[in-house]
């Protein structure tokens, strides 16, 4: 395989794959609709396509990382109308298995092969490569592309037939959903027991208790800062849906993980949409009726 990746939608997560990617050796060659992340991206050495159909053209295999099942269509269409030969699309977003299995089709029609590779992690983990792939589809085509996963994330794990790293990605997603709240609750009663707030981040990690999602985020509740996000709120409330879409359609109770939606849903009644979900703390703080002093990264 070459040493060539297109790289489709440079936000958070796309980003941090590009930059890794080009640091460990990849040629990357990126595209986005937003100017501003392309020029940042151009300045950590990722280069810039002009199109999407200009990245396909230069690269036998892309990534795309995109906000929503219209712009992934979209893509998907572009890279069918521009020809050339065959391409392996690896489509990373979090997306309903409807949507994926119509992007997979859109460009299995038009001669191209499409993965199912969603991540688990944050995009602090992304800039960190302690990423995990969830690849499903061609299991030849995931092969072949280790070396490229590997240059973005920790582990890459094959689950078969394309839609079940989506299926395995979603069931992840709901327990991020419960955990980031349940460190939030545990934060608060914490705080309002009248202890140190840094310091039980540290002794919950130490512990028994401890989540990767808690070390991720309680020390951002800890110092009620919730910027730069790693997940901003207003894109979670998309993952939060297609999750619960998914379980009611199979049929599977959610009771904890529907005790969290209306804990999302105040954070951005709060005014945290583009702030971190680890802001669901100042929404239980609020609750409980805590005032605490704002960081100097964000005012509560």
């Known amino acids: 395989m070459a040493d060539t990746v297109g790289i489709v939608g440079l936000g958070i997560m796309g980003g941090a794959i590009a930059r890794n990617l080009v640091a460990v050796g990849w040629r990357a060659i990126g595209f986005d609709i937003d100017p501003a992340r392309c020029a940042e991206l151009k300045a950590d050495g990722v ?3 002009e199109s999407v159909a200009a990245a396909a053209a230069l690269a036998p295999s892309l990534i795309t990382s995109l906000p929503s099942p ?16 065959r391409r ?3 489509e990373t977003s979090t997306l309903a298995l409807e949507d994926k299995l119509a992007f997979e089709a859109i460009l299995r029609e038009a001669g191209h092969v499409a993965l199912d590779c969603p991540l688990s992690g944050t995009g602090a983990q992304a800039k960190t490569r302690d990423l995990v792939v969830y ?34 990605k979603l069931v992840a997603n709901l327990l991020v959903a419960i955990h980031n709240v349940a460190s939030a609750e ?4 914490a705080i309002k027991a009248g202890l140190a707030p840094r310091q039980v981040v540290e002794l919950i990690g130490a512990g028994a208790a401890t989540s990767r ?39 599977a109770p959610t009771p904890l993980f529907c005790a969290t939606e209306p ?20 929404v239980l703080e609020r609750m409980a009726g805590i005032e605490r002093a704002a960081s100097p990264d964000h005012e509560s």
């Open 186 to 189: 545990a934060m608060v009663l």
């Open 135 to 168: 690849a499903s589809g061609d299991s030849a085509a995931i092969e072949a592309h280790r070396p490229l996963f590997d240059g973005f994330a920790r582990e890459a794990h094959d689950l078969g037939a394309f839609g079940n790293g989506t299926r395995m």
């Open 70 to 85: 219209q712009a992934a269509l979209a893509v998907a269409r572009e890279i069918a109308a521009a020809g050339g030969k």
């Open 263 to 282: 804990i999302y849903a105040a954070a951005m009644g709060l005014g945290f949409a583009d702030q971190d979900t680890a802001a669901v703390c100042a």
């Open 47 to 49: 280069e810039i396509a």
């Open 88 to 90: 392996v699309v690896i």
């Open 213 to 251: 999602i808690f070390e991720l985020r309680a020390p951002m509740m800890a110092e009620s800062r919730y910027e730069p996000p790693t997940m901003r709120v207003g894109t979670w409330q998309k993952d939060m849906a297609v999750i619960g879409a998914f379980a009611q359609k199979l049929g």
